[in-house]
């Protein structure tokens, strides 16, 4: 296995080199950061408003797996991939650039290239949110957001994301609720109590979505909000 990969010996126990010792740590160490990739995808950034309020919109219309999850999934990422744009490349010319150039170390390139991603987090938390985890581990109220730990800063922009984007679900939700309502109504009135109001409703609402280009409407609501 050695002779394919230079310089790890997958016997670290009882190796006594510091330097392989050292490479097989941090090659465990990536494998481990690589593996939590997707949770801090998604609680790290913008993904979670997105994915769930492009998921109320389908909901709300009743299309049932339209459009499918993959595609959901896949604006959601580029999306995201746009808004994390400019912290991203804050995170390279702070940190990454400066580590492969031998300029700092490890730790001084996680707390610069931290920075940033804490900035947008901290921008788009709920004071109220943060101060809940922060009361419940003890921890001092901080003097800037360099201050605040990750542990305590990632919870509480989760939980605020989930916030923000039920009320934007909830805002999506109501003209089509009124679509339906209306068209039971008329269902009764007409005496057709039988036949699903869902399917009537459904070609309406497809209809006023599209007149009103719902989706460029979806997209810059959820741009603006950054």
Same mark, same amino acid.
Request: aromatic share 8%.
């Given at each position: 296995?050695?002779?394919?990969?230079?310089?790890?010996?997958?016997?670290?126990?009882?190796?006594?080199?510091?330097?392989?010792?050292?490479?097989?740590?941090?090659?465990?160490?990536?494998?481990?950061?690589? %593996?939590?990739?997707? %949770?801090?995808?998604?609680?790290?950034?913008?993904?979670?408003?997105?994915?769930?309020?492009?998921?109320?919109?389908?909901? %709300?219309?009743?299309?049932?797996?339209?459009? $499918?999850?993959?595609?959901?999934?896949?604006?959601?990422?580029?999306?995201?991939?746009?808004?994390?744009?400019?912290?991203?490349?804050?995170?390279?010319?702070?940190?990454?650039?400066?580590?492969?150039?031998?300029?700092?170390?490890?730790?001084?390139?996680?707390?610069?290239?931290?920075?940033?991603?804490?900035?947008?987090?901290?921008?788009?938390?709920?004071?109220?949110?943060?101060?809940?985890?922060?009361?419940?581990?003890?921890?001092?109220?901080?003097?800037?957001?360099?201050?605040?730990?990750?542990?305590?800063?990632?919870?509480?922009?989760?939980? %605020?994301?989930?916030?923000?984007?039920?009320?934007?679900?909830?805002?999506?939700?109501? $003209?089509?609720?009124?679509?339906?309502?209306?068209?039971?109504?008329?269902?009764?009135?007409?005496?057709?109590?039988?036949?699903? $109001?869902?399917?009537?409703?459904?070609?309406?609402?497809?209809?006023?979505?599209?007149?009103?280009?719902?989706?460029?409407?979806?997209?810059?609501?959820?741009?603006?909000?950054?």
């Amino acid at each position: 296995m050695n002779e394919f990969i230079p310089g790890l010996d997958l016997d670290f126990i009882n190796n006594s080199d510091p330097a392989n010792m050292e490479t097989t740590i941090q090659l465990l160490l990536l494998l481990t950061v690589l %593996s939590l990739a997707p %949770s801090i995808l998604i609680l790290m950034t913008s993904f979670t408003r997105i994915i769930i309020v492009l998921s109320f919109v389908r909901t %709300s219309l009743a299309t049932q797996q339209m459009p $499918p999850n993959q595609v959901l999934i896949g604006i959601a990422l580029f999306l995201t991939f746009f808004i994390m744009a400019p912290v991203m490349h804050d995170v390279n010319k702070e940190a990454i650039q400066p580590l492969v150039k031998g300029e700092i170390t490890q730790k001084e390139a996680f707390n610069k290239g931290s920075l940033p991603v804490k900035e947008f987090m901290a921008k788009h938390t709920r004071q109220k949110d943060l101060m809940l985890f922060l009361e419940y581990s003890g921890a001092k109220k901080p003097e800037s957001i360099q201050d605040i730990p990750l542990t305590t800063l990632v919870p509480a922009f989760a939980i %605020s994301e989930l916030k923000t984007a039920f009320q934007m679900g909830f805002m999506i939700f109501v $003209p089509f609720l009124i679509i339906d309502m209306v068209v039971a109504s008329v269902l009764m009135a007409m005496g057709m109590m039988m036949l699903p $109001p869902v399917m009537i409703s459904l070609p309406f609402k497809i209809l006023l979505f599209v007149l009103v280009d719902g989706w460029h409407l979806i997209v810059k609501s959820l741009l603006l909000s950054y």
